[in-house]
């Protein structure tokens, strides 16, 4: 492991202020995905900056009815919080079915969903990969794609050699579930702060698949907030994966039914960011939510999906999987109604 | 680069200088003598480093030592103090839950964490209801103890050994259901 530098500022201005002014500088939250970083050689920072003890670790109820989780509150007090069980079930079942027991008790609401990709060769220092070493190529294409993503990539075959070619996906359960809750995440840098709407904080790869997040280095996640939900709404998080337990999703959905006529529906596993199947969510607002309405939504969804070929087979089976739980999640959803 | 940083590990107090890359499954069993704790994976895996950190079962292998100072550690060695071994111990003696024993430790602090947070009431994604108290089903042990991994394969046994620390009788050596 490269050696660093570790400060413990006295508070969220000067940990902001010190990231900011160093380039080589990243924050530490639970650390586990920094110090994996760190040992596998895809981290290599001068300076790590502790900001788990600086953040709030409660989560209060805001004046609309809503809740405001503070960034160093970890994912079991979160997913364990009688009101996040009983208001926010989504965010819940997210959580629980993250990682382990052991994990969930270190990891933070401000690390979790700054969590890099686990494509196994962004992870493998000795791959080309336009994430870890921007304008290296892409091993990902044409080669283990099970894990990696069908929408918002280039194309089929994307050029491997290409500076923007990036299919991995965003690998949080958490953030799938606070992309439907249009949740706020309240963001401090060093000109102040800034609030931005969960479903923008993840970006596409684009032009620089290096940027996970729309965030500028030095920005601090301080806390979250969760938008009031009415007494009726419903919501449910359903991840599917290779094993029942311990295993990343291969897809996920998190479906939210405020009770307006609307659905909000984000997928995990599918794309670089949560993906808001908003094209989906247009078709079925104000229509009687049927297996029938629900399967055409989302073909529609999916009729941009690019399944990528690989020495796996591929991950065109993600295609009819996320179509069905999506299907099989709102089914569940309108039984409970 | 070097920190001085103070540990309570198994009620002892420590006071050390480690290198800021160290971890605490390092510091713990290279700088401080204390092999409780194994290496299984060093990446966050298996859960053979698994300790009780600040009351909390969490992986010594992806702890920075110097972002842990002042913490209170408890490994798996320090839950038999005085000699007398822990209740969740004596079940893993009674249910017959190791066979190399390699994992055990990381088993046996896991499983005293889970107990505790049972009784707090944390569901967990096997908890049919989540308004509801979890019970130790085996359904919720396996799943509250799926980040420890055993290469020899001793879950069948290690259900049970859960089941009984935790009160819940358990359901037979070997049945594992
Ligand atoms: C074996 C294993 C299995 C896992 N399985 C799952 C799973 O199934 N589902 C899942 O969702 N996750 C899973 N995880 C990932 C785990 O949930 C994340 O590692 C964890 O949530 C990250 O949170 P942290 O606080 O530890 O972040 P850290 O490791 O401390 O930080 C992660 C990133 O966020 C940055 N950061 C941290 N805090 C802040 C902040 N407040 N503001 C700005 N930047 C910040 C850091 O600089 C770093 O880049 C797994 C991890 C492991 C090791
Ligand atoms: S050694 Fe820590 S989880 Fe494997
Ligand atoms: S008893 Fe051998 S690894 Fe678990």
């Not at chain 1, 698949?209 to 729309?214: F, K, L, N």
Request: proline share 6%; net charge negative.
């Amino acid at each position: 492991m490269k050696p660093f530098s570790y400060a413990r500022p006295a508070d969220v201005a000067e940990a902001v202020r010190t990231v900011a002014t160093e380039p080589g500088a990243v924050f530490l939250g639970g650390g586990t995905n920094l110090v994996d970083h760190l040992k596998l050689g895809v981290a290599r920072p001068e300076l790590v900056v502790d900001v788990r003890r600086l953040t709030s670790r409660a989560v209060v109820d805001l004046e609309d009815g809503g809740l405001r989780i503070g960034a160093a509150v970890t994912n079991a007090e979160l997913a364990a919080d009688r009101r996040v069980r009983e208001r926010y079930p989504v965010l819940a079942q997210a959580l629980l079915s993250g990682a382990t027991g052991q994990l969930r008790n270190m990891a933070t609401t401000g690390g979790n969903p700054l969590q890099r990709t686990r494509c196994v060769y962004f992870q493998d220092v000795t791959t080309a990969c336009n994430k870890r070493e921007p304008g290296s190529g892409c091993t990902a294409v044409g080669g283990s794609t099970r894990n990696h993503a069908i929408l918002g990539t280039p194309g089929v075959l994307p050029d491997p050699t290409a500076a923007e070619t990036c299919i991995a996906t965003h690998p949080s359960d958490m953030a799938v579930a606070l992309a439907a809750l249009d949740a706020l995440v309240h963001v401090q840098g060093p000109a102040g702060e800034r609030l931005v709407p969960f479903p923008e904080l993840h970006r596409l790869p684009d032009d620089d698949p290096s940027r996970d997040t729309v965030l500028e280095h030095g920005e601090l996640i301080t806390a979250i907030d969760l938008p009031p939900l009415a007494a009726g709404a419903r919501s449910a998080y359903r991840k599917v994966r290779d094993r029942a337990s311990y295993a990343f999703a291969l897809v996920s959905v998190a479906a939210v039914v405020p009770g307006d006529g609307e659905i909000r529906l984000a997928l995990g596993g599918v794309a670089h960011k949560p993906w808001r199947a908003r094209r989906a969510e247009e078709i079925l607002r104000g229509a009687p939510l049927t297996e029938h309405a629900v399967r055409g939504a989302m073909e529609a969804e999916l009729t941009a999906a690019q399944p990528q070929p690989g020495v796996d087979g591929g991950n065109g089976f993600k295609i009819p999987l996320v179509q069905r739980t999506v299907v099989a999640t709102v089914r569940d959803l309108a039984l409970e109604a | 680069m070097d920190a001085e940083i103070s540990l309570t590990v198994d009620g002892v107090p420590r006071r050390l200088t480690v290198d800021t890359r160290t971890t605490l499954l390092d510091a713990l069993r290279e700088r401080l003598g204390n092999p409780s704790p194994k290496k299984g994976c060093d990446h966050g895996q298996c859960g053979a480093c698994t300790v009780l950190l600040d009351g909390d079962r969490a992986l010594s292998c992806l702890a920075l030592a110097v972002a842990h100072d002042g913490a209170e550690i408890t490994t798996a060695d320090g839950l038999a103090a005085g000699g007398e071994l822990h209740p969740v111990q004596q079940a893993f003696i009674d249910r017959d839950a190791f066979q190399c024993g390699y994992c055990t430790p990381g088993q046996i602090c896991s499983a005293v964490g889970l107990l505790d947070e049972v009784r707090r009431g944390w569901p967990s994604s096997a908890t049919p209801d989540l308004g509801a108290a979890p019970d130790l089903s085996h359904a919720e042990v396996a799943e509250r103890m799926s980040g420890n991994l055993c290469r020899c394969a001793a879950y069948v046994n290690i259900v049970p050994a859960v089941q009984q620390a935790g009160g819940a009788g358990g359901s037979g050596r070997g049945t594992g259901r």
